[in-house]
């Protein structure tokens, strides 16, 4: 809800959290934007069958998630481009050259987190679903 008041740059708990001189507020959402979309991939591609093996399963599971985050990043400059000299108030970049690439390091990151860290749980979740 604190994310949905404020602009990314101005979110107070965020500001000079750990010393940085941006507010960091915004990459904590793009982490998370490739943590979700990793498990609901996952779970799409599982139930359907759509690939046999993990390793290329997972390959697609990344790769789907840096899709979306790149489109995220694209819908982000058309929005910046279209709101004039509000563009940085919105895109949050507080003058870092490398956010857009940062945005989608983080997502990718998240994606990563997501399947070491849950696809063993989500393999045990799934077997008592097939199961009953």
Excluded at 11 to 29: C, I, Q, S, T
């Amino acid at each position: 809800m604190i994310g949905g008041h404020y602009t990314y740059a101005e979110v107070p708990f965020f500001d000079g959290l750990f010393g940085a001189e941006r507010n960091n507020y915004d990459k904590v959402g793009h982490f998370f934007q490739g943590f979700v979309p990793a498990l609901l991939a996952r779970e799409i591609l599982i139930r359907k069958n759509v690939v046999n093996g993990n390793v290329w399963r997972n390959v697609i599971i990344v790769s789907i998630c840096l899709a979306f985050s790149a489109f995220y990043e694209l819908i982000e400059w058309w929005v910046a481009l279209m709101s004039g000299e509000d563009a940085e108030a919105f895109l949050g970049t507080q003058g870092y050259v490398w956010d857009t690439q940062s945005d989608m390091g983080l997502a990718l990151l998240g994606a990563i987190c997501s399947l070491l860290v849950l696809s063993k749980i989500h393999n045990h979740q799934l077997k008592r679903v097939t199961s009953n």
